[in-house]
C-alpha cells in the first residue's frame, strides 16, 4: 500500500499516526480505523475499512489502495472525506482529487 503525502489524519489520531501507518501494513488488527483512498474508476474517494486490507486482492502491489487518509470510526472518515473536497476545491478550483494528490 502507498500513503500520500499529503495524508489527511483524524485529529484523534495526530499522535499515533506511525503506528498507525505501520499496523496497516503489517496487517494488525485495528477495528476503528477507516482508510481514505483514491477510487480506481471514475469516482472521487473510498472509504474502507482496515480490516479489508487483510484479503488477498489488496497484497498484490498493482491492486493496492493509494492512501490519501485515515480516521477513526465510519463517522470520522466521511468528515474527513467532506474536508478533502473542500481542500482540493480551494486550491484547484475543480474537483479533480486524483491529480490534487499526484
Not at 478533502?84 to 490534487?100: L, N, Q, W
Amino acid at each position: 500500500m502507498r500513503f500520500s503525502k499529503k495524508l489527511y489524519i483524524s485529529s484523534s489520531l495526530d499522535k499515533k499516526c506511525g503506528t498507525v501507518k505501520w499496523k496497516l501494513r503489517t496487517g494488525r488488527p485495528q477495528p476503528t480505523i477507516y482508510i481514505i483512498a483514491l477510487a480506481k474508476n471514475r469516482d472521487l474517494l473510498e472509504i474502507y475499512h482496515s480490516g479489508m486490507l487483510k484479503q488477498k486482492y489488496y497484497r498484490k502491489k498493482a491492486n493496492a489502495p493509494y492512501i490519501v487518509g485515515i480516521a477513526t470510526g465510519y463517522g470520522g472518515a466521511v468528515d474527513l472525506v467532506m474536508d478533502i473536497i473542500e481542500d482540493v476545491f480551494r486550491e484547484t478550483g475543480a474537483y479533480d482529487v486524483k491529480s490534487f494528490f499526484k
